[in-house]
């Protein structure tokens, strides 16, 4: 191969590894946002590439892993009741009865 081929070869590659890094980069920022905000972002994201090019799933894991530790207090949160007739606060159980967390779909 002639030495401009290479050249140009070696362009394109890192060109390539530029943009993947964009997007890499681009793609974990998101992720780290709120899920609304994280929503609008990827809104726009091409799918295909996000979740066959990157490693989007550990990604995930890594961005939403937070900082707890086994033992520590589970912080403080606000959520509607069922019938959406009241709310329920977490700290309002705190030194009166264990709670148990259940989050997922059962039907």
Do not use: N
Request: proline share 7%.
């Amino acid at each position: 191969m002639r030495q401009g081929a290479w050249k140009w070869v070696a362009r394109v590659a890192v060109v390539l590894v530029i943009l993947y890094a964009t997007l890499f980069g681009t793609v974990a920022l998101a992720m780290m946002q709120p899920p609304a905000r994280f929503g609008r972002i990827m809104r726009h994201m091409p799918g295909m590439l996000v979740w066959m090019l990157l490693p989007a799933p550990t990604m995930w894991q890594w961005a939403r892993q937070g900082d707890l530790k086994e033992g520590d207090a589970a912080p403080d949160f606000t959520l509607h009741t069922q019938d959406r007739s009241s709310q329920v606060t977490l700290s309002s159980y705190r030194g009166d009865r264990p709670v148990v967390l259940v989050f997922g779909s059962y039907t």
